[in-house]
């Protein structure tokens, strides 16, 4: 079967509040939209970390997974599960095969995780991964300097300017706020 992928997350943190907005589209061989409201975007960990993963659905779903076992295991300690997921994503030879990338948030930080071991927390408290993710940044990143609004309202703003230009971003977008 055909890798499934394409999706745009883009999270923003504002005022004490972190939003992460995922849209909900899984597109198959690059021309075939699968799925339209595909959830991307969800909290774990008794709802105290929300995790937004881009790439290959079946992958992000192994990596979420193992990140919440990490979680459970460092009592929710969200860089030290992180540190740990990027260091055995990178090491093992199974896990150095998933195309994947997480952005995932507790109440203080945000943080993006990569399959090259990469665990970094922007320095603007902006980022976003995913077929669109240049396109939310920019624009979360032009909102954060020119408006008012709420992380919530940023996050999904940005998605929506995103969706108007990515191909493989669709406006059925999921915010989770925490």
């Not at 504002?14 to 409201?37: E, L």
């Not at 990490?70 to 929710?76: D, I, M, Q, T």
């Not at 948030?105 to 976003?128: F, M, R």
Request: aromatic share 6%; hydrophobic share 45%.
């Amino acid at each position: 079967m055909e890798q499934m992928r394409g999706t745009t997350i883009c999270a923003v943190q504002r005022n004490g509040k972190i939003a992460i907005a995922g849209d909900g589209q899984v597109t198959m061989s690059n021309s075939i939209i699968f799925k339209s409201n595909a959830r991307k975007v969800r909290r774990i960990y008794g709802d105290k970390v929300v995790v937004g993963f881009a790439g290959g659905v079946s992958d992000a779903f192994a990596l979420c997974e193992r990140f919440e076992e990490l979680l459970n295991k460092f009592s929710g300690n969200l860089m030290r599960s992180a540190v740990e997921l990027a260091s055995f994503w990178r090491g093992d030879k199974v896990m150095r095969q998933l195309e994947a990338m997480m952005i995932v948030a507790d109440k203080e930080q945000i943080l993006v995780l990569s399959g090259t071991g990469e665990v970094i927390e922007p320095q603007d408290g902006i980022c976003a991964i995913g077929s669109g993710g240049n396109f939310a940044f920019a624009a979360a990143k032009a909102l954060v300097e020119n408006t008012k609004l709420s992380a919530k309202e940023i996050a999904l703003k940005s998605l929506k300017i995103a969706s108007q230009i990515c191909i493989f971003t669709n406006e059925n977008i999921i915010v989770e706020e925490i």
